[in-house]
């Protein structure tokens, strides 16, 4: 296995539902990210942790928890959602920043999550 | 705050006609700028990293620019399979991971 990969791929929830999404990655990377994709939106990013503690949160709802238990493994557990969350979620990886060159991004296929 | 534009929103193009994709930045200490490319319901895929004005990147049909404000992607001799939608983002100076990503453009290549 190589990359980032997400599971499941596809979810469907109800709003009174919890469930979780997973990110492994297998790249040796020490950053880890979820990203938001809607339609006709640029990414918004939701969480970074950097050496597995969480550098930044967004503004994003408590309806959103992310969990990092090491630097290769990402969760996003998911409860009483709204169909305005329906997206796509997206795991990504990194270096953690280091010097002064930026450090590329590499992300997983996605998750295509509906809340119905 | 930093921002990306990209244009246009989507591009239409014969096969073999080359053109290029523009993304207009602004950014608060450049650390890298970033071209990715995405496929319907996939995750974007990484492309190139530019660092400083005047950089150059190829790979295959594509070679992306890199100036003090703006990154052109040019697309030589397109062919369908290039059709996606291209993605700019672009890394502060900031103390912590953040990159901002443009909406895109869609990129459709016509046989």
């Given at each position: 296995?190589?990359?980032?990969?997400q599971?499941?791929r596809?979810?469907?929830?109800?709003?009174?539902?919890?469930?979780?999404?997973?990110?492994?990655?297998?790249?040796?990377?020490?950053?880890?990210?979820?990203?938001?994709q809607?339609?006709?939106?640029?990414?918004?990013?939701?969480?970074?942790?950097?050496?597995?503690?969480?550098?930044?949160?967004?503004?994003?709802?408590?309806?959103?928890?992310?969990?990092?238990?090491?630097?290769?493994?990402?969760?996003?557990?998911?409860?009483?959602?709204?169909?305005?969350?329906?997206?796509l979620y997206l795991?990504?990886?990194?270096?953690?920043?280091?010097?002064?060159?930026?450090?590329?991004?590499?992300f997983g296929e996605g998750s295509w999550?509906?809340?119905? | 705050?930093?921002?990306?534009?990209?244009?246009?929103?989507?591009?239409?193009?014969?096969?073999?006609?080359?053109?290029?994709?523009?993304?207009?930045?602004?950014?608060?200490?450049?650390?890298?700028?970033?071209?990715?490319?995405?496929?319907?319901g996939k995750g974007?895929?990484?492309?190139?990293?530019?660092?400083?004005?005047?950089?150059?990147?190829?790979?295959?049909?594509?070679?992306?620019?890199?100036?003090?404000?703006?990154?052109?992607?040019?697309?030589?001799?397109?062919?369908?399979?290039?059709?996606?939608?291209?993605?700019?983002?672009?890394?502060?100076?900031?103390?912590?991971?953040?990159?901002?990503?443009?909406?895109?453009?869609?990129?459709?290549?016509?046989?």
């Amino acid at each position: 296995e190589t990359g980032v990969t997400q599971t499941p791929r596809h979810l469907v929830m109800g709003m009174t539902n919890k469930k979780s999404l997973k990110c492994e990655q297998h790249l040796g990377h020490n950053a880890m990210y979820w990203y938001k994709q809607s339609a006709k939106k640029p990414l918004e990013l939701m969480f970074v942790y950097s050496l597995e503690e969480r550098v930044e949160n967004n503004s994003v709802p408590s309806r959103f928890s992310p969990e990092c238990p090491n630097s290769s493994h990402l969760f996003l557990h998911l409860h009483t959602l709204q169909p305005e969350d329906s997206a796509l979620y997206l795991c990504a990886s990194s270096q953690a920043r280091t010097g002064v060159s930026g450090n590329t991004i590499y992300f997983g296929e996605g998750s295509w999550l509906t809340v119905v | 705050e930093d921002q990306v534009t990209q244009s246009p929103e989507a591009l239409r193009l014969q096969e073999g006609e080359s053109s290029s994709l523009n993304c207009s930045y602004t950014v608060s200490g450049l650390r890298g700028l970033f071209w990715y490319r995405q496929d319907p319901g996939k995750g974007p895929e990484f492309l190139f990293t530019l660092y400083s004005a005047g950089e150059e990147k190829e790979k295959e049909r594509l070679k992306a620019t890199l100036t003090k404000k703006e990154s052109f992607l040019h697309i030589t001799a397109p062919k369908p399979e290039d059709s996606a939608t291209y993605l700019c983002a672009v890394q502060n100076s900031g103390g912590y991971q953040k990159v901002t990503f443009g909406i895109g453009t869609k990129l459709q290549v016509i046989p």
